[in-house]
């Protein structure tokens, strides 16, 4: 079987009820991201970051997986290391679903780091501007473990290298419009493996073949025919 190389964006958790940034009324549309998703905005005011980021702890907390996350759980556990998911959500719900090859590239909410000495934590509950490092033991430095705009995603070298070993990519619930996620497909392509977009809608780049309809839907139709092959 192919080695797959899988990328999950906001579309895929929007099921479980964790909307996209881009929904209309959702928790991204009641805040200016700039005051939320940039290191500048938690040097103005960090008590507004952490109350933002404690929301979407307690929301992502309540969620449950959904069947595109547990399909995906699946398919891992029948192919094991022939399988790696790159995700852009920084959500616990493919951990949760039984996934274990995963790669968070814009960071995980359930951790946090201190701004100080770079020092991580697991972290499940809220946090506030009190909150000092156990490390360093400096106040106010703690901050979720995320990637905000203008900041360097994690893990650049393994995807380069997993881009690399891919026969099959498959981008699922991914907007193509965030670098250097939205980039991957053309470098897929490049390198010679074949691409498969499943999403709600078609994204502008250029796939080999499109799935189209709600992840919880799509994506567990893929997985068996994947399997069944």
């Known amino acids: ?6 990328l999950t964006g906001a579309g895929v958790s ?4 964790l909307g996209t940034f881009r929904d209309v009324g959702g928790l991204w549309d009641q805040y200016d991201l700039e005051e939320v998703a940039t290191p500048e905005g938690f040097a103005r005011n960090p008590a507004l970051v952490h109350e933002f980021y404690n929301l979407r702890r307690d929301l992502m907390q309540k969620a449950e997986p959904n069947a595109a996350h547990r399909a995906l759980a699946k398919l891992e556990r029948e192919i094991g290391d022939r399988m790696l998911i790159i995700t852009q959500n920084i959500d616990d719900l493919h951990e949760r679903a039984g996934s274990k090859r995963v790669l968070h590239m814009h960071g995980r909410l359930a951790n946090a780091f201190c701004a100080h000495c770079g020092s991580q934590r697991k972290e499940v509950g809220a946090l506030s501007v009190a909150d ?3 490390s360093c033991r400096q106040p106010g430095g703690m901050r979720p473990d995320v990637v905000w705009f203008g900041e360097i995603p994690h893990h650049l070298e393994e995807i380069d290298q997993a881009l690399g070993r891919a026969e099959l990519f ?3 619930g991914a907007s193509g419009q965030v670098y250097p996620a939205a980039g991957f497909v053309a470098a897929a392509q490049r390198l010679g493996a074949e691409t498969l977009e499943l999403n ?3 994204t502008s780049t250029a796939f080999n073949a499109r799935k189209i309809g709600p992840a919880t839907e799509i994506v567990p139709t893929w997985v068996d025919e994947i399997l069944s092959r």
């Open 170 to 172: 498959v981008s699922i």
């Open 200 to 202: 709600m809608e078609a």
């Open 14 to 17: 929007a099921e479980s009820g």
């Open 1 to 6: 079987m192919s080695e797959i190389l899988i």
């Open 132 to 134: 000092a490092c156990a």
